[in-house]
């Protein structure tokens, strides 16, 4: 038997939801209605009405460091709901991109953004007289000409890393045009974070501003995964941040810009940004992921992640121009370039498996898919009959041991085992609750399901 759990262990495990949650938990739009288990959605970039289908589960306890393990296994988040696309029977596969933060080389269009948003930060008064006041090195004015430092170009225009020299004709410190600062806080909701996202999705996304309330809000970009340390303080600041935060970006005091970010141990995960439409002409989009780049060089986190990527849709092509980029393999999750012979099959079929098209022209039996019967209702099959890439076998879910799985039951952890009639349920029946179990296992993957537990009822 495994050990029983003590409340250190307890604080150590993630819990998951594979049941439906109910529905005034997910009011943020239809699609999130009774999302749990294997479900065909509306598809939200080509429309087509059931053309994406995904396994999905919930939790309001995700450990950071399981979170990292799951994105590496194609799953993402929204809120408290955690998905994962089934990218062989979608319209639009959603490839999990990631970039190697240290080998990130900006494009002349990107170092062009930093640039022209530093000079309006700083104001053309303020850079004339700060070069007369406080010049620059021979050996310093060549090296900038010649070397793009983006961690020095996100930082020096913030106002406390600003040259402030005494301006002999006011006898004060000198000012910048605009006083820019950017902090990291918790992925807390506010008044004015709220109003920021109203105003950028009715102006940007052309939405009808009834269709957000604060707490949809908060359901969907103030409620992520844990976080460490719990807060952002003065004596914590160098303490390595994991979990779920908000980075805000002020000018002259008024918050322009946040953008939500996922850290995990082994990278940065951008969620999401919204802005000010006013400043929409500084490319917002761009000058958050270059500064979200940065904080993974300085902070020691290896990868960024931009996300899911799209070949097929065009919006989706300037995560791309992040280079170099790679893209997780659906089937064994190792990691491709997106350049060259992966990028070349995208343009010519939306579903791509490096590892399985070596496999297949070795002669080797490891497609994962059968073809399901044309009109068949896969949902009403089980995970292990539809063979979802990625996904553990039925073979591979009876190795995991799931009788002592750790199951939250009304605040006490039990095992599997105890359940009623447990033995008996079938693994394979979807609407077993053994079966439901399973399916949820065979998403997750053996790491995450030893550090975790299920919550079924509470
Ligand atoms: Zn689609």
New binding site residues.
Partial sequence: MAEPVDAERARQLSLFRPLEVSPRDYSICAFYLQAAGYQRNS??????EH??ASYYTSSVAVKPEHYGELIDRGWRRSGTLYYKQNLQR???PHYTLRLEASDFRPRRDQRKAINRWNKFVLGPEYMHKVAHLSPRSRAEKKYRKCNFDLLAAVHEIEYENLKRPIDPGTKRALEPAHRFEVNIEGDSVSQSKFDLFLKYQTKVHQEDVSRWKIKDFQNFLCSGIKRVPASSTKKNVSEKKLGSWHQCYRLDGKLIAVAVLDLVPSGVSSVYVFYDPEYEQWEFGKLTALREIAFAIENEYSCYYMGYY?H?CQKMRYKGNYRPQYILDPESYAWDPLDGELSEKLDQRSYVSLSGDRASSEGEDSKPTSALEPGINEEELSLFDIKMPGVLTLDEVKDLRLDQWYLLYHGTFVQMIDLVGWEDMPMNNPQSLRGIISELAAALGPSVVRNSAVVLFD
């Fill in positions: 598809c939200g970039y080509c429309k087509s053309g994406s979608s319209c639009c799209i097929s």
